[in-house]
């Protein structure tokens, strides 16, 4: 944490000249490196810092009240390394072990990998690639394909596995023309036909982590929730300070007392207090059940992954209300690119987006809350 608030002040002064440059900037992704936040969730025997949930939720809240594409970058990267818990150790130690390591990719599968004596030969084109052009070492979901025919498991799906390569050996394509999260380089990323040693693949649904440690036995997409909801709540925090900032100061048209004096703005800030608040509380809530259950040993049950889950989208959509309610009472001054309203609120949206906080997160986890039977292979 106290690596992430001596990084604060520059991330936010040049928050502007990420979202121009529409990725971080090189020597900024260098400084998140060296202070060893992208190292947060990788096992401490590699040199990892093999964080509790609790503080990587805290720390990227802290990066993205800076800068919300900051944050996002982090956490991509600090996820993407979780992986590192269930590799080889020798072959863990050789991607993870180096401190300015920069990670990223992409679950989805969108790739194929042709299993081959000793590995896998990988093409695919994988979007949503956040932070990749600062990364060492790149990942993608490949479906596997034998003899011809994707490989199913016992349920029926296909098998997918991560397969990672060096990041000089894929192509970065731009596609980030967004308008949100500009400043995280999102675009794609691509392989034709390159050799990836068999090794050098994980599966995150079926593989055990070879590393101990109760960290190694919480969910992986539930981390990837908590993840996009420290960033959202960050964010919005940083909205309800830009909002005050600016409603001690302006007077609307037509008034004569500051934004602040109006009942509208006190009424909405307190339910945008309120709001996050409660949201940030049930999150940490559910955090610290999931955590209490992953250091019995005994695995994390379907209900308590479900409860992270809801927490985390609840969160997320939660502050993205918190700041577009924030953004309304700037009125006409939080239009102009000189505020840093407007870009909050574009960011708070795009994180909406995603799918491990969207709208069918709902029904995943009502299922479980009514007792249905649920697939809990993506909770």
């Not at 992953?294 to 609840?314: M, N, Q």
Request: charged share 20%; net charge negative.
């Amino acid at each position: 944490m106290q690596a992430a608030e001596a990084l604060c002040p520059e991330l936010a002064a040049r928050a502007a000249e990420a979202e121009a440059g529409r990725c971080q900037p090189t020597d900024l992704a260098g400084k998140i490196a060296a202070a060893g936040l992208f190292r947060m969730l990788i096992p401490g025997d590699l040199g990892g810092l093999e964080c509790a949930p609790a503080d990587i939720v805290a720390v990227l809240e802290r990066l993205a009240r800076a800068d919300a594409s900051a944050g996002w970058c982090t956490m991509i990267a600090a996820t993407t390394a979780y992986q590192s818990g269930f590799l080889d150790k020798a072959i863990a130690r050789e991607i993870y072990g180096p401190k300015d390591g920069i990670y990223g990719g992409v679950f989805a599968p969108m790739g194929r990998a042709v299993v081959v004596s000793g590995g896998y030969r990988v093409s695919g084109r994988w979007a949503w690639a956040s932070g990749s052009a600062n990364c060492s070492w790149l990942s993608g979901g490949c479906q596997i394909v034998e003899d011809g025919d994707v490989r199913t498991l016992p349920g029926g799906i296909p098998d997918s596995r991560m397969l990672l390569f060096p990041a000089a050996e894929a192509e970065l394509i731009d596609t980030w023309q967004v308008a949100g999260l500009a400043g995280t380089g999102s675009g794609d990323m691509a392989v034709k036909d390159l050799f990836v040693p068999a090794a050098r693949s994980v599966s995150l649904l079926h593989d055990e982590a070879t590393a101990d440690g109760p960290l190694y036995q919480f969910p992986t997409f539930g981390l990837l929730a908590l993840g996009i909801a420290a960033v959202a709540i960050g964010n919005a925090r940083a909205a309800i300070d830009d909002l005050r900032a600016l409603a001690a100061a302006k007077t609307p048209q037509g008034s004569r007392r500051a934004l602040a004096q109006r009942g509208q703005a006190q009424s909405e800030t307190a339910r945008a207090e309120a709001g996050l608040r409660s949201a940030r509380a049930f999150l940490f809530e559910a955090v610290d059940a999931a955590w209490q259950a992953a250091g019995t040993g005994g695995g994390i049950s379907i209900p308590v992954r479900a409860e992270l889950r809801l927490a985390a989208t609840h969160a997320t959509r939660t502050a993205a209300e918190v700041t577009r309610a924030m953004y309304d009472l700037g009125g006409g001054s939080a239009l102009f690119l000189t505020s840093p309203l407007q870009r909050r609120f574009r960011d708070a949206h795009a994180m909406t987006q995603h799918m491990m906080v969207a709208p069918p997160s709902y029904e995943l986890t009502g299922r479980v809350f009514l007792g249905l039977e649920t697939d809990a292979t993506f909770l």
